[in-house]
């Protein structure tokens, strides 16, 4: 039996990255899980290639929109009937640049994508993890969310919001069987990374290698993480043990 046998998952920004590392511990695990993702091709693609025999499921979504986070917790208890694991997976950040020259809508889509939607997520699954008196939410924030950095003050602002909404969701639910965590991860080379990294390397002044460097020996290991780092933490937050 897997530690995560008869649980239903939810992942948003799940068919990427780390988003989709998780998953793919969670099936492994023995749970059902949903992921999300705006491209409908792209998640099915995903699912197709998890080789879940039925126990995974893509719901399109757009992290940024209030309705559709409301309607991916709908549709995982609609399929599932319960939901016992949230994963605020979705996040990033574009139009990176010093705060002088950055705009509102980039402000905006930051604060949307990484804190709003882990709120309407959150909010949502809530409504049935406390009747039930079990559930796991578990919030991929980031080392930048605990200091400061040069040119990506959008995401740092947004993790830093997430750190904190994390905090204050587990005191209001600690003795409900709820528990709710941050994973900070540090630089993971994702697609992501690969698209956001440069316009906010240029903001910052310097290379992308030297950005990537520059995370690298940040760490204490010296190296970019993996997504099979967070992957492995992510499977022991949402087991009984978490």
Known sequence: ???????V????GGTRGIGRAIAEAYLRDGAKVVVSGRDQAKGEGAIAEMNAGGNAHFVQADSAVREDCERLIAETVEKYGRIDILVNNAGGSKDNAPVAQLTDEAMDWALKVNLWSTFWCSRAALQHMIPQQWGRIINISSTE???????????????????????????????????????????????????????????MGITYEALLDWFAQ?????????????????????SDAG
């Open 1 to 7: 039996m897997g530690e995560l046998d008869g649980r």
């Open 145 to 203: 969310g605990k200091v400061g950095k040069p040119g990506i003050a959008i995401y740092v602002t947004a993790k830093h919001a997430v750190n904190g909404l994390t905090k204050s969701m587990a005191q209001e639910v600690g003795t409900l069987g709820i528990t709710v965590n941050a994973l900070c991860p540090g630089a993971i080379e994702t697609d992501m990374m690969k698209t956001d990294g440069p316009p906010a390397a240029a903001a």
């Open 218 to 238: 940040e760490s204490a290991i010296k190296r970019l993480n993996d997504v099979e780092d967070v992957a492995i933490v992510a499977s022991l937050l949402a």
């Open 9 to 12: 998952a939810v992942i948003s």
